[in-house]
């Protein structure tokens, strides 16, 4: 996936441990966006940010914190990381909210707490 | 009720068929609406974009919204192993918070030779 890249790709932790997935762009977008994936629900909006340490709460936010100390970089934390936040993490950017424009997604964090 | 609507499928069909893919939706606000294709163990990428009500076509791709049905489909003709993938619609409205998409969870598609 040209220009965002998530990392790590693959992380298993346990429970109580906080944990932070990295989202980093090169396509210098405003907008940046965490989604879960998990069966049965499709993808959920966490956080969004729409500049530099300007965020704000998705649908599903509850445990979750961002940061965006950079336009390239939005950071994600699972403050306590629960068994209910196993689930695929996408990063998404976007270089405009005109939705002809599409967002571009990573490639993706499957997260297991255990 | 979920805001969007989506069979999951799995959904299995030879080479060459034509497709039927297809959401429903509640907010009759939304008027942005669109297709991202997502192939195992990697993101979404936006297929197609539709404004309000019509069709549009690209290439063997064809999407259809009816608003007063609250409706969306997607068409894929002379489908091709290479079409397998999840479908996602996703969708919007003018007042939605910064480009905010609602997703449906997704049908699940495989096309064998």
């Known amino acids: 996936d040209a220009g965002i890249t998530q990392s790590p790709r693959h992380k298993v932790t346990e429970t109580g441990t906080p944990v932070t997935l990295r989202c980093h762009q090169t396509e210098n977008h405003r907008y940046m966006y965490w989604y879960r994936q998990d069966p049965g629900h499709g993808l959920r909006l966490i956080h969004y940010?729409?500049?530099?340490?300007?965020?704000d709460k998705g649908e599903v936010s509850d445990g979750y914190s961002v940061s965006r100390s950079k336009t390239e970089d939005f950071l994600l934390t699972l403050e306590s990381a629960t068994s209910s936040q196993t689930s695929v993490y996408f990063c998404?950017?976007?270089?405009?909210?005109?939705?002809?424009?599409?967002?571009?997604f990573g490639s993706g964090t499957r997260l297991t707490v255990v | 009720q979920k805001e969007v609507e989506q069979d999951p499928g799995p959904l299995s069909v030879p080479e060459g068929a034509i497709v039927s893919l297809n959401c429903t939706y509640s907010n009759s606000a939304f008027q942005y609406f669109m297709w991202y294709r997502q192939y195992s163990r990697k993101g979404p990428e936006l297929l197609m974009y539709t404004y309000s009500s019509g069709n549009k076509e690209d290439g063997r791709f064809t999407a259809q919204v009816d608003k007063s049905s609250k409706y969306i489909s997607l068409f894929i003709r002379d489908s091709q192993p290479s079409d397998s993938a999840t479908y996602l619609c996703?969708?919007?409205?003018?007042?939605?918070?910064?480009?905010?998409?609602?997703f449906g969870r997704g049908t699940q598609l495989t096309v064998w030779p």
């Open positions: 996703a969708m919007s409205s003018r007042g939605s918070t910064l480009g905010r998409l609602y």
């Open positions: 940010s729409y500049g530099v340490k300007d965020t």
């Open positions: 998404a950017i976007s270089e405009s909210t005109a939705f002809n424009y599409g967002y571009t």
